[in-house]
């Protein structure tokens, strides 16, 4: 017995956690192989795993955007509709096929309504986050609260004209930054406006994020945070709930949002003003919680929370990263920057004005083709998700998808097969023209179903606002970049599609591009 007298010499506090290690890992082992053996039974095509990774392709991740793993085993597999395999002890159903996914997204919508980063149900703030909610009562009823602050029309009139003091401040930063000589960076320029642009017209805050990052702005920022924790929460697998750090929303998340909140509506009560936006909201609908119950304040209060951290997600985040990979694109394509100031100086014409306003942004249609085109390319996540909350039988297939199975959709894969979208790789804004939109039925930015992306519009219009007026006064030249990106330019440790280098580009004046 030679070999055990290395583990003779160990501490005896180190026998514990070695033992209870080893058990673990053979508990893990055997529901392993159970997974294992049960998935090769049933009809979904099944790609075999290794042990703790998984499929063989993720043992890239770290070094590779997960979505490298995810996109080899889609066009790999070109012959199926739906295909199954593990993501470490985790098994997963890739769906293909866009009208399957839509069949399952929206069809099936109450029999896979749970996404993966569903909610314990005792977490009373995740519960109200749209995205993590397990109860179909609770969900529809929070987003019946923020339907009103997803309308187009309501950032009209003194609403935009905080938006025409952000394109202010951005032109101002984008100055000063060119007569020192340094490059702007996109990310940086585009998160700032559109944070600003949240902050102000639905959060009552005056922000200017390039002079001074507000509370929403470091929340943004500590939760689009590149790292392995993040990675991993994007994923949830099994037994990461347990540990705070690997969920999708944090505690400090939570407790940023909720002093940020009661600072807003405590200055809100305090002047008596109306500006009809969030906080408002949240104001009304405390003092209807306490009409019907006085002790119910923290109920109320976890439910604001929720709320605000929706909103943030709903359009907050993702749409200052479509615009940043929007301005790399433009950078590369100066044809198409002609054809933004063209229109951009037809609407104005149009409405008699030289000015940004509502009605000039809401009519800058080809910008918002290129923002969409920028979404197929570009899009948010890794993945969509979803859990089967009942058995889905998929028709035009002998498959039934079981109730607890997890099923994952690829968008950037599905925009990038040709099958769909004619030359995938190619920046074509024309895409998205009215004459081909409506034709574009695998196209998955925003979702699918009941569940799609709600604050889409607005913030699309805030995004048509940062780029059409940046383009109009300059010309954006690449800097850092001057190739397109693909899957091999994106951080590997995010679950969320962003670029693993600053994206730099430099602007020049309109005026002084002839000198």
């Known amino acids: 017995m030679d070999f055990l007298e290395p583990l003779s010499s160990l501490p005896a506090l180190l026998y514990v956690p070695l033992l209870v290690g080893s058990l673990c890992l053979v508990f893990n082992y055997l529901v392993y192989s159970r997974r294992v ?116 029309g309501r950032v009209s009139g003194e609403h935009f004209a905080k938006i025409t003091n952000q394109i202010t401040n951005m032109w101002t930063h984008a100055e000063e930054a060119r007569l020192q000589g340094k490059p702007i960076n996109t990310q940086q320029v585009t998160t700032n406006f559109i944070q600003d642009g949240f902050s102000n017209s639905f959060f009552g805050m005056d922000a200017n994020s390039y002079e001074k990052k507000t509370e929403l702005r470091k929340l943004v920022q500590g939760f689009v945070k590149p790292g392995w924790s993040r990675l991993l929460s994007g994923f949830n697998l099994q037994g990461a709930q347990a540990f705070d750090s690997l969920k999708f929303i944090t505690q400090k998340d939570m407790d940023s949002m909720k002093r940020l909140l009661q600072k807003q509506m405590a200055q809100r009560s305090q002047t008596g003003c109306k500006e009809h936006d969030f906080i408002d909201i949240l104001i009304d609908l405390k003092e209807q919680g306490q009409d019907k119950k006085k002790d ?180 954006v030249r690449p800097r850092s970049h001057t190739k397109q990106m693909d899957a091999h330019d994106f951080h590997p440790r995010s679950f969320a599609i962003v670029h693993k280098d600053d994206i730099l580009v430099d602007f020049k004046p309109r005026e002084v591009l002839s000198c």
């Open 37 to 152: 053996a049960k998935w090769r039974k049933w009809k979904i095509p099944f790609l075999e795993p290794s042990f703790l990774i998984g499929h063989k392709y993720f043992w890239s991740v770290g070094s590779n955007s997960a979505v490298v793993p995810i996109d080899r085993i889609y066009r790999e597999n070109k012959d199926k509709d739906l295909v199954a395999f593990f993501i470490a002890t985790m098994p997963v159903v890739l769906v293909r096929s866009p009208a399957l996914i839509k069949q399952i997204l929206a069809k099936n919508f109450d029999k896979a309504f749970e996404t993966w980063w569903a909610a314990s149900p005792h977490d009373e703030i995740s519960q109200h986050v749209l995205g993590q909610s397990t109860d179909k009562g609770v969900w529809k009823s929070d987003r019946n609260t923020l339907s009103p602050m997803f309308a187009t």
């Open 296 to 475: 119910s304040e923290m109920d109320i209060t976890n439910e604001m929370v929720g709320l605000g951290l929706s909103l943030l997600f709903a359009g907050g985040i993702s749409v200052g990263f479509v615009a940043s990979f929007t301005l790399h694109l433009l950078s590369l394509h100066p044809e198409y920057q002609e054809r933004i100031r063209k229109e951009v100086e037809e609407v104005m014409k149009k409405h008699n004005t030289t000015e940004f306003t509502y009605e000039v942004v809401r009519d800058l249609h080809f910008i918002e083709q290129c923002l969409r085109e920028t979404a197929r390319l570009y899009p948010n996540n890794t993945a969509l998700t979803r859990v089967c909350t009942e058995d889905i039988t998929l028709a035009g297939t002998d498959c039934t998808l079981k109730k607890g199975q997890r099923v994952i959709f690829s968008p950037y894969s599905v925009h990038r097969d040709p099958q769909y979208f004619g030359d995938p790789d190619k920046f074509d804004p024309d895409r998205f023209s009215s004459k081909n939109v409506d034709g574009i039925d695998a196209f998955l930015a925003f979702g699918k179903g009941p569940r799609k992306c709600p604050g889409k519009n607005v913030g699309l219009l805030m995004g048509s606002a940062l780029i059409g007026s940046l383009v109009h006064k300059y010309e």
